[in-house]
């Protein structure tokens, strides 16, 4: 069986990186902080902001709520609260369905370029 390297996924991310993987400006990042209590990054001795990968999913969740679903910030604060669980289901699917119909519309260009 041939040698696969694993595939290395970093223990933290920064700020910058975090707003770049969503494309917002990190003092949007550091406003839901204080707006949602689920959202605690570790902080070093300088002060600066590491996210977890569990950090990132929660900010894709506040992400989706907020920016694709249009929640107030205390709408999205009652979701996160009271629902979490479905509130990550729904966005998953919701991701999951956006993948299907890309890929679908892959097949499709390809089919109309081969006719």
């Known amino acids: 069986m041939?040698?696969?390297e694993k595939e290395i996924e970093k223990q933290y991310y920064t700020i910058g990186e975090v707003a770049g993987m969503f494309d917002v400006a990190p003092s949007l990042i550091?406003?839901?902080?204080?707006?949602?209590e689920?959202?605690?990054?570790?902080k070093n001795k300088k002060?600066?902001?590491q996210y977890t990968p569990?950090?990132?999913?929660?900010?894709?969740t506040v992400y989706h709520l907020v920016k694709e679903r249009g929640?107030?910030?205390?709408?999205?604060?009652?979701?996160m609260k009271n629902k979490p669980v479905q509130a990550k289901d729904k966005m998953e699917m919701v991701e999951s369905l956006v993948k299907v119909r890309a890929f679908?519309?892959?097949?499709k260009d390809?089919?109309?370029t081969k006719a």
């Open 54 to 60: 569990k950090d990132i999913e929660t900010l894709r």
């Open 110 to 112: 390809q089919l109309n």
């Open 30 to 36: 550091r406003f839901w902080e204080t707006e949602f």
């Open 38 to 42: 689920q959202l605690k990054p570790k």
């Open 71 to 79: 929640y107030t910030i205390q709408g999205a604060k009652e979701v």
């Open 104 to 107: 679908l519309q892959g097949i």
């Open 2 to 4: 041939p040698y696969k």
């Open 47 to 49: 002060g600066n902001r």
